[in-house]
């Protein structure tokens, strides 16, 4: 058997004329090739993003214009439904302006208790249609006049009107919605001219009441 000398350790061979550091193996060298595959990597995803900011740009504006047509079209079918309703309106409101001497002959038979028999259910009949189509009656004795649906044609003066007053109602008025399609013919009458408002009669009444002052 071969003996082992404690303390020393087997070392390759060493070719004949070569150093020491000449036999350690060197890190290898990169190649010219793969020193370029990362410049053209950072190139590739430099214009990746270029076109990706392009899309989403592209994508922005036409987000944006698909957001004004889509308000456009809103406002359009707004406006149609709105002129739609309007025409509807003016339609009606024509029809039943041609039937207002008809509602007030039926109107007049009815106070002067002439509404009986098979007219009376005619007048009943055609009072509620023209309900069913919006039509509604304003106009009542005692209300302040209001010259934007008050037709005033005739006039007096009160004592007991503190403020121009419907009096009397000739012929009522009716309107459909907001529209008035004829305003109410009224009497009104008017303070007496000069007299003292209301509430300085109470107060000087009042007055009156606890004596007036004190006696010296």
Request: net charge negative; proline share 7%; glycine share 10%.
């Amino acid at each position: 058997m071969t003996e082992e000398t404690p303390g020393f350790e087997e070392k390759p061979d060493v070719p004949s004329g070569t150093t020491p550091d000449e036999a350690e193996p060197k890190a290898a060298t990169p190649s010219s090739e793969e020193a370029a595959a990362p410049a053209g990597d950072a190139n590739q995803t430099a214009g990746l993003t270029a076109q990706l900011d392009q899309v989403r740009t592209a994508l922005t504006e036409r987000t944006g214009d698909l957001q004004r047509l889509q308000a456009e079209y809103q406002n359009y079918r707004r406006r149609v439904e709105r002129d739609r309703v309007a025409v509807k309106e003016i339609a009606v409101a024509g029809l039943l302006s041609e039937l207002l001497p008809v509602l007030d002959d039926v109107g007049r038979a009815r106070e002067h208790g002439e509404l009986v028999g098979g007219f009376k259910s005619v007048a009943e009949s055609l009072e509620t249609v023209v309900a069913k189509l919006g039509l509604q009656q304003f106009g009542k004795e005692g209300e302040p006049f209001d010259p934007t649906i008050h037709e005033a044609l005739m006039h007096s003066y009160a004592p007991d009107v503190t403020e121009t007053t419907c009096v009397a109602i000739l012929q009522p008025g009716y309107r459909i919605g907001e529209r008035t399609i004829r305003p109410a013919r009224v009497a009104v009458a008017e303070p007496q001219p000069g007299a003292a408002p209301a509430g300085t009669k109470e107060e000087k009444a009042d007055d009156e009441e606890s004596g007036g002052g004190e006696e010296v």
